[in-house]
Every structure is written in C-alpha cells, then in structure tokens.
C-alpha cells in the first residue's frame, strides 16, 4: 500500500471521485470557452476606447498616448484581437510609439505608398496605396 491512511471508505469513494474530477473538468473547459469569448469581447472594446484616447490626449501630452498605445497592444495580443487599418498606422511597429503627424512622425506619399516616418527610432513604414485614374 502506497498509502497507509487510507480509510475504507476513501478507497471506496475514488471511482466517484474520478467521476466528478471528471466532470468538474468538462464543466471548467465549458466555463473557460464562455469566459475567453466574453473577455474577448470586453477586451476589444477596451482596446478600441485605448486608442480614441491616445488619439486625443497626443496633441497634449504625447508620453500619456504612447502609454495608451502599449497598454492597447498588450490587451490585444493577450486576447487575440485584429486591430483595424486605421489604428495599425496610429504608432509604430518597431518602437511602439504613438505617431502623431509632424510631431513624432512624418508622412509622406513615395512611389505609390504612404511612408510613415518614426521620428523617435527612425523606422519606416510603407503602406500602398492606389493612385486616382487620371482622367483622359
Ligand atoms: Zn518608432
């Protein structure tokens, strides 16, 4: 006996033991899919309200949009959250910084793509574009 302490009736009781671990497994995945969608769900709009606040705290205190920004991204990568197209061009990929136009960033048009230029690491980020037929 591995166990020595063991009463009679614990032994007895460990199919129904097994059974209930067993099903408290089943409920507990049932438990963590809901929860995730739910969290999922408040984290997005989180992540949404993170970044309309950083766009308008930037004009007045830029480190505080930068905050936003991290606290944006680490809410998203932990959910699994797709940012949109326009709140990906809101910082930068490589430092992470809020881009505010002519104050921590530069924008451009360049051969057909819009070159966001990060003025506090320096990194380029072209994005294309398409050009407006011209009308003959
Ligand atoms: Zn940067």
Known sequence: MHSPSLSASARHSRFSDFVSFKYRMNYHGVMRRKQ???????????????????????SADLRLADLYVGRALKVAQKFNIQL?????????????????????????????????FCKRCRHMMRIPYIKPRTEN
């Open 84 to 116: 949109t197209s326009a709140q990906k061009r809101l910082y930068c990929k490589h430092c992470h910084s809020f881009m505010l136009p002519s104050v921590s960033a530069r924008i451009r048009l360049q051969h057909g793509k819009v070159v966001y």
């Open 36 to 58: 995730k969608a739910v969290f999922r769900i408040i984290a997005k709009s989180r992540v949404n309200r993170l970044f309309s606040l950083a766009g308008e705290v930037a």
